[in-house]
């Protein structure tokens, strides 16, 4: 059904499997144990396979697709690009390098306002951490357990969730703590106040048994994405903020998922009004059209580089073709008010969308999100709220989602799972409509899990 690339072999859906099957060496998997599916385009909310079949996609991928697939306007800036200057070394200036760094400082928080830029957010990570140790003189760095930083070395030292255990030994001095998450509170809280001030407490007290001047800096989601969309009650990020301000700690907002009108905010730390020191973003930044990370830098960090070297750099770093498909990106998304499209769909359709299922299908335990950033966390009982599988489940303990996923895919709907739960994460650009199609599909597969469910 597609037409051939020249220059490509492997243009019809036989070869593309054969080949990906003999010469691709996959992220995350037993090679032999996947069967990934080929797909042949993409447009706005939906991409397609080789037998024609569309989904409407709930993931955005790996959640970047903020902008849609092949925006007409995004596809041009960046071929426009291409024509022009496809590659310049960094220590070179550039008009898309200088462009993509001056549109981000303006809709980053005031006072930070240098941007390193990486091809991705592990490397943005990396970077972060590092102006952090050699801002402070310090080396500690606090990170929350339900977390993800990235896999490379020390990203995935930081990161909290199971794809850390296989990297250990993991970098020294990584300290893993629990932040607030009211439905699994690890604190037995009660309401969001009580979650808001004994995590912050506990936070406090490790920082206190590790030694306040060890601690180089404190690494959290700003929205926890992949781990739960735990959105942060009123509060905690202030009180953060007040902790790292005592005790002299950098705080870094890993912003490569919540960032870029995910939340339905430029940067999610703009709905509370707390600035951090640094920003790490990546995906949403031109939705993954190509490779682009960055750190964005308080004037405070800026400085400490300003007569010193900055020991750190990547030979892609500001790439002409990445950074131009930023400004692009970003231009877009004030000329069609992206940012203000994803606040009101999470407010006036999904957040009520799923409200309404969780009427209906009892193994939905809780909804929960903002902007276009939603998790529908499923359990077995409603009372002891025991997961519909455990934590890091696989094979047939997670087959009850497996299944809910199949189900969804048969229906035309391609949703993000992980673990216990399914996300809602479609492009920030979706339609009413479109989430509505979606919420309907969601509603007939979630039959699937309901099934499991043994309480009253
Ligand atoms: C919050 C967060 N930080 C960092 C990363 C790592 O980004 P990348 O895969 O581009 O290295 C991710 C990826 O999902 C992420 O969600």
New binding site residues.
């Given amino acids: 059904m597609t037409t051939p690339v020249p220059g490509f072999a492997s243009h019809d859906e036989e070869t593309v499997r054969r080949d990906d099957r003999d010469h691709v060496f996959h992220s995350w998997s037993a090679q032999s144990l996947i069967d990934p599916l080929p797909i042949a385009e993409a447009s706005g909310s939906y991409f397609t396979d080789y037998s024609g079949k569309r989904y409407l996609d709930f993931s955005s991928q790996?959640?970047n697709v903020n902008i849609g697939y092949q925006h007409p306007k995004l596809v041009a800036a960046i071929a426009e690009q291409a024509s022009r200057l496809c590659t310049i070394q960094p220590s070179f200036a550039n008009d898309a390098r200088s462009e993509a760094a001056r549109l981000i400082a303006e809709v980053a928080p005031a006072g930070l306002e240098k941007v390193f830029f990486t091809n991705?957010?592990?490397?943005?990570?990396e970077n972060a951490v590092r102006m952090a140790r050699l801002h402070t003189g310090r080396n500690k760095v606090f990170a929350t357990y339900r977390?993800?930083?990235?896999?490379?070395a020390g990203?995935i030292s930081l990161t909290g969730d199971p794809r850390r255990w296989p990297a250990e030994p993991g970098q020294p001095g990584v300290i893993h703590f629990e932040g607030p998450y009211l439905y699994r509170s690890a604190f037995y809280s009660e309401d969001e106040a009580q979650e808001c001030a004994r995590s912050l407490q506990h936070l406090r007290d490790l920082i206190m048994y590790e030694g306040p001047k060890t601690v180089a800096a404190i690494l959290l989601?700003t929205v926890v994405?992949?781990n739960g969309i735990l959105v942060p009650p009123a509060g905690y990020l202030a009180g953060v903020r007040a902790i790292c301000d005592e005790f002299g700690i950098v705080m870094i907002a890993?912003?490569?998922?919540?960032g870029f009108a995910r939340c339905g905010e430029w940067f999610a730390i703009d709905r509370w009004g707390v600035r951090p020191d640094l920003i790490?973003f990546?995906?949403g930044v031109n939705s993954g059209y190509v490779?682009l990370?960055g750190v964005i830098i308080s004037d405070e960090i800026a400085d400490t580089f300003s007569t010193r070297v900055y020991p750190g750099g990547l030979t892609y770093s500001g790439h002409p073709l990445a950074c131009a498909s930023a400004v692009a990106s970003i231009n877009i998304f004030k000329e069609e008010g992206i940012v203000e499209h994803a606040r009101s769909l999470g407010e006036d359709v999904i957040g009520p969308g799923l409200e309404k299922l969780a009427l209906k299908h009892p193994s939905i335990g809780e909804v929960r999100g903002l902007g276009v950033f939603w998790a529908i966390e499923l359990v077995r009982d409603r009372e002891t709220r025991e997961p519909l599988v455990p934590y890091n489940a696989a094979s047939a303990d997670a087959a009850p989602m497996g299944e809910f996923a199949s189900a969804c895919k048969a229906l035309g709907l391609w949703p993000f799972v992980h673990f216990n739960r399914t996300h809602v994460v479609p492009p920030c650009t979706t339609s009413a409509e479109e989430v509505r199609e979606g919420l309907e599909i969601l509603d007939q597969a979630l039959d699937v899990t309901d099934r499991y469910y043994v309480g009253s």
């Fill in positions: 790996l959640v991705g957010g592990a490397e943005a990570v977390s993800y930083h990235g896999a490379t990203a989601e994405g992949t890993d912003e490569v998922m919540s790490t990546a995906k490779p990370g």
